[in-house]
């Protein structure tokens, strides 16, 4: 077998022979005080804004639970308003603070993210701070008969906004958890069983930020969900636990309309929540299409 020899030239002329160019002899300033700042040149440009950041941001977090701190990495979206006179914000002061946190042990709660808002209002020197935090939570879910137990996940979601003008914070938080959903008029009219798929639960809550804390808000929409529907998912189960499962589901037959409405009126009942959207979508089993219903509510409104 014979092998062939490739004489190589240096790298420096390699990079030469594909495209590359020395660098040109630059008239511009190098030193940031002496470069022109186009973001805070003041000019009227025409609007102000409800808001200017950046988003799709990974990052690891510790989130605080009822169970304990969490683990976990988070997709952000920060942003502030700007005003009418200037021409943008410094973005890459959004990073920066994100990173001081995280270098200071920051575990996520809603009153740490109201402080996080509040500060990213003050250094962009605007008016209202907002972010968007998103990450999967996970569970410990035991088997309905065997007790057997295996993690669960559903996606958590907190929507934080601090306005530095009124001093309010407006606090949303969120969750999307799988279910199974029983057809009621399958369970009807057929001699056999009934059709069954799985369903996918968002609920937004609106929280009074006055008796928010020591509220578990995420069991407690895990629980508005999970207990409206025909029956909850399960990461483990052996026969005895597949049985009473679909039993269970049997037993509570929901459309997407009947769940949505079941979960209104849970979050209805909770005082500490001040308004609320929740959605259900079935991915039909008999089906191409999905199933979807939703309700929007605001309990201020109703007082």
């Known amino acids: 077998m014979s092998t062939s020899h490739v004489a190589l030239p240096t790298k420096a002329e390699r990079h030469k022979l594909f495209g590359s160019v020395p660098p040109i002899k630059g008239t511009k300033p190098t030193e940031k005080e002496q470069m022109v700042d186009l973001q805070n040149t003041p000019k009227n440009f ?4 409800d808001s200017v950041g950046i988003s799709n941001v990974k990052h690891p977090v510790n989130v605080e639970t009822p169970d304990g701190v969490q683990s976990t990495v988070a997709t952000f979206e920060l942003t502030t308003s700007l ?47 907002q972010l968007t935090i998103r990450y999967p939570w996970f569970f410990t879910r035991k088997a309905p008969a065997t007790g057997l137990s295996g993690l669960m996940n559903a996606d958590v979601m907190h929507r934080v906004t601090y306005n530095l003008e009124t001093g309010v914070a407006n606090v949303t938080v969120g969750l999307v958890i799988n279910v199974t959903t029983l057809c009621p008029c399958s369970k009807e009219i057929s001699e056999y069983s009934a059709h069954n798929q799985r369903g996918y639960i968002t609920i937004e809550a609106g929280l009074d930020e006055t008796s928010m804390d020591g509220f578990d808000w995420r069991a407690a929409l895990l629980d508005a969900a999970e207990s409206n529907a025909s029956a909850p998912l399960h990461p483990v189960l052996k026969r005895p636990d597949e049985k009473r499962a679909t039993e269970i589901a049997y037993e509570n037959p929901r459309f997407v309309e009947d769940m949505v409405r079941l979960i209104a009126a849970d979050l209805y009942e909770m005082k500490q929540v001040v308004n609320f959207f929740v959605e259900c979508r079935n991915e039909e089993s008999i089906h191409q299409h999905d199933a979807i219903a939703s309700i929007t509510f605001d309990k201020r409104q109703d007082a």
């Open 46 to 49: 025409l609007f102000a804004l």
């Open 83 to 129: 005003v009418q006179d200037r021409k943008g914000i410094n973005m890459s002061r959004l990073t920066e603070q994100l990173d001081a946190y995280h270098q200071q042990g920051w575990t996520v709660s809603n009153r740490s993210l109201i402080e996080f808002a509040q500060e990213l209002a003050e250094r962009m020197e605007q008016t209202e701070g």
